[in-house]
């Protein structure tokens, strides 16, 4: 908590805070006291500055600008990229008693002209719009004429051009503050690298913004890489060991593979839900909705599907496939935990996710400059596959945050809880890329293992290769210790894939100390089997806090919590957060004065479901009404 001096309070990380700011925190949201740059964000903005705001997700970020909509005179102005996003978030907001709303393109017209009839007679605090809605001439000048308040650019990395979610329709916002002068200006995000910074200030024309930068760190997350052998089997052990009835996100690259991933899980009892761009709309939103509002659903998606997802419980985000880059990595893994409780990220990933990604970077009709930056990307999103240090320290340094002094560990990461050991693979680098040379930089992994191991195959005899010095060098070594040296040479930049052919490797530059015996290669030793069931309950026993088990007590708060929703046709998260509701167990508040001290109950949410909750409480039954 802050310390208050002559009536302001600063938050813990030391800004001043105006107290009607905190009077608003702690009446209508239902939260004691605010995190990291939020009440410094909303100070900076109240006094009439511009800023741009970096915070994980779950890190408050909306607070920073929903508290100055309320306390500046006129109408604040919230451009979000998508409708389900939007909707959530007014949703969420009418759940405290703030007039808001939203203007996007699924409005019908008589919905659209009942929102521009209440913000012509002020009758809103917030109006979410969508860039392209916001930037039609007849929309702008529409709100020209009225009191804007602040100006909020919600995801603002979806107008970096080099970032992981580039969307053509936020390059218009840069007109913003030469429209709405003297009106402050706020663009969020949760995931931007030092580069996409300075472009969302350059696009956004908020050069002169000041820049808020929160520790991008999500702790609750427990980060785990692992080669992938049989996703599926690998995916399905992970669920049935550690998140049985969870809600979750299995990531997918192709549709295909979406739908076949979904249909396997069912079968295998777990209810799992088809998302990509390429369903019927109708559908679609359909499984969204579902995942939203039912308990223990898995949506097996490209990644069409997530930003935007305001779902607090989701428990865990697994990938099948490697993703594009850390950045996209940490913004998918990011939608696990949202509530702070325990959560997972899971990843299976293969020398072939390498081959498929790098093919689609060439064979995209970006420009050079473009396809080079993406391949560094991938480079780097290899080193983390590959480490053998602390994942969340590489991670946190890619995003631009310094390491904590002499904080080399985590302990909430595969590699912390299971150092990888190691081994000199330094004669076996040499042999791997003696082999890639000889045989003509032009053949992928298998040939050049069969090569190595000393196996004639058909393959191997029509190019002579039974002939080379370096057949069968490598015979006392498994396919499978051989895949995993190819893959370590690539990821560490000492091997390139040629992708005019079919993956054929080729050397770096760089590899010529290793083949000359100068420099010594370590390389992580992968164990023969990668899931290990009992190790990684153990680990997760040891690593700090846990999700308490549902008991009645819980589960008929849950239910009375769901059927309100129901009634209402919101998402149960939108009454309370799982995270309220355990404290409503752990405290059992016996009076409106103790619920309105648990987290996350506001005024309004007091008013309308204390005395529901409490009823729960005393009588340890579901409410009906």
Known sequence: MGSHHNGIVESDRGGATDPAALQLLRQVFGYPFFRGDQSAVIDHLLAGGDALVLMPTGGGKSLCFQIPALLRPGLAVVVSPLIALMRDQVAALRQLGIAAAALHSNLAPGEAGEVMRQVDEGLLNL?????????????????????????????????????????????????????????????????????????????????????????????????????KKQPQEQLLDFLRTEHGGNAGIVYRLSRTSVEETAAWLNKRGIQALPYHAGMEGGVRQRHQDRFLSEDGVVMVATIAFGMGIDKPDVRFVAHLDLPKSIESYYQETGRAGRDGLPADAFMTYGMEDVVKLRRFIDGSPASEEFKRIEHHKLEALLGLCESVTCRRQILLHHLGESQEEGGGECGNCDTCLEPVPTWDGTEEARMALSCIYRTGQRF????????????????????????????????????????????????????????????????????????????????????DDVS???????????????????????????????????????PPFVIFHDTTLQEMVERLPDSLWAMERVHGVGARKLARYGEIFLQVLRTGKPWTP
């Open 127 to 227: 109006l979410y719009v969508s860039p392209e809605r916001l930037l039609l001439p007849y929309t702008l000048e529409w709100l020209i004429r009225k009191p804007v308040a602040l100006l909020a650019i919600d995801e603002a990395h979806c107008v970096s051009q080099w970032g992981h979610d580039f969307r053509g329709e936020y390059l218009g916002l840069g007109i913003l503050g030469e429209r709405f002068p003297g009106v402050p200006r706020v663009a969020l995000t949760a995931t931007a690298d030092p580069p996409t910074r300075l472009e969302i200030l350059k696009r956004l024309d908020l050069e002169h913004a000041r820049v808020f930068v929160g520790g991008f760190d999500r702790p609750n997350i427990r980060y785990r890489i692992t080669i």
């Open 444 to 527: 992928g992994v298998n040939h050049l293992v069969d090569v190595l191991r000393g196996q004639e195959t058909e393959r191997v005899q029509q190019y002579q290769h039974h002939k080379l010095q370096v057949f069968g060098m490598g015979g006392s070594r498994s396919v499978a210790s051989w895949r995993s040296v190819f893959r370590q040479l690539v990821a560490r930049g000492l091997v390139k894939v040629d992708l005019v052919g079919f993956g054929g490797l080729a050397l770096a530059e760089c590899c010529r100390p290793v083949l000359r015996g100068e420099q010594t290669v370590l390389l992580r030793l992968d164990p």
């Open 532 to 570: 290990v069931p009992g190790k990684r309950r153990q680990a997760r026993q040891q690593g700090g806090a846990s999700i308490k088990s549902e008991g009645g007590l819980l589960q008929a708060l849950k239910a009375t919590r769901n059927q309100l929703a129901k009634e209402q046709q919101v």
